[in-house]
């Protein structure tokens, strides 16, 4: 019994263990490949990264870029070719156009008018509070106040 | 009053963003290939895989090239509206099998019916990826010049076919 348990544990032995292999065979396109995926959209799972989805387009564009990539094509001419064919939409980070502006400058335009308006809410607040002058009575009751509360002490 | 108004105007406007949002179909995006030239393709044929279908043979003519594939539901849907048009002989109709099985693609077709003039086998997707193609079924009017000029994403419906592509259509034949 105890030869067959010791049979048993060494079974494991004969799997020969080999050295990871790398993901690609040139990590320096796979790195590319990766820097550029997380800038693009995929088409079919809208709000996915080219790099996060699983879908079978994204799939294709990656092996797409891949192949860019081994010949030789600058990041600019990879994301041209993509949104000849997809439109802006496959770019994660729009364009600045005309179309666009309103798109970069709405949350800055936003942010303006929520401090002009807090500005203007605080200054016209100011201006409701008028000084208001004690009387000779409520002076005396304000000493007394105090006074009592430093005997408290 | 004024204080109550400002916000009111305010929160009008938004919804009225919201309500026009809510009716618009994120997953329609406008191709910038309409108005450019269709890409060139030459692919081999389905039911006749020594032949080539090549877009440059279809110069001279108007024609529809349609995305499919067995495994698209969305095929099955629009199909009787695709036999309809190809019986009715306005328009070549040309199929391009995305990423499918040959076997299954002609089981497919002998099953359901064929519409197509030809089909062409995009096994890999890569003439999809040339003409945006991001799910099938999609659908093309390309005019004599060899231009793009209409785009249908997901299944052609009949009220499509007759109010907009078939009017495009006779127009571009008549150029």
């Known amino acids: 019994m105890r030869w067959l348990l010791a049979v048993i544990l060494l079974i494991p032995g004969l799997a020969v263990a080999e050295e990871a292999k790398p993901l690609a065979d040139n990590p320096v396109a796979e790195a590319r490949l990766k820097a550029l995926a997380v800038e693009l959209r995929c088409l079919v799972c809208q709000n996915q990264t080219l790099a996060d989805s699983n879908a079978p387009l994204a799939e294709d564009l990656r092996r797409e870029v891949r192949e860019m990539i081994a010949k030789d094509m600058s990041d600019q001419e990879i994301i041209d070719f993509l949104v000849e064919r997809y439109g802006d939409f496959v770019l994660y980070r729009p364009r600045w156009k005309v179309s666009t502006t309103l798109l970069w400058l709405g949350p800055f335009l936003l942010l303006i008018a929520g401090a002009t308006a807090l500005v203007l809410a605080l200054r016209r607040r100011q201006k409701k509070l008028v000084d208001v002058a004690l009387s000779e009575e409520e002076r005396t009751r304000v000493a007394q106040l105090l006074s009592e509360g430093a005997n408290r002490l | ?175």
Not at chain 2, 76 to 100: F, R, W
Request: charged share 20%.
């Open chain 2, 1 to 175: 009053m004024n204080r109550f108004l400002i916000p009111f105007g305010v929160f009008v406007v938004v919804v009225g963003f919201l309500a026009v949002g809510l009716t618009l179909n994120p997953r329609e995006l406008p191709s910038p290939l309409v108005g450019r030239p269709a890409p060139d393709f030459s692919l081999p044929q389905l039911h006749d895989q020594g032949k080539v279908l090549s877009s440059n043979d279809l110069k001279g003519k108007v024609w529809l090239l349609n995305f499919w594939a067995s495994w698209c539901g969305g095929c099955k849907e629009e199909h009787p509206v695709l036999i309809h048009l190809a019986q009715s002989g306005e328009v070549p109709i040309y199929g391009m099998d995305y990423k499918d099985t040959r076997e299954e693609a002609l089981t497919w077709l002998r099953q359901w019916g064929n519409p197509y003039l030809v089909v062409a086998v995009d096994a890999l997707g890569r003439v999809g990826i040339n003409y945006g193609v991001y799910g099938v079924p999609e659908t093309y009017v390309i005019d004599k010049a060899g231009v793009i000029r209409y785009k249908q994403i997901g299944p052609l419906r009949e009220d499509i076919l007759q109010e907009k592509i078939l009017p495009l259509v006779r127009e571009l034949q008549n150029q």
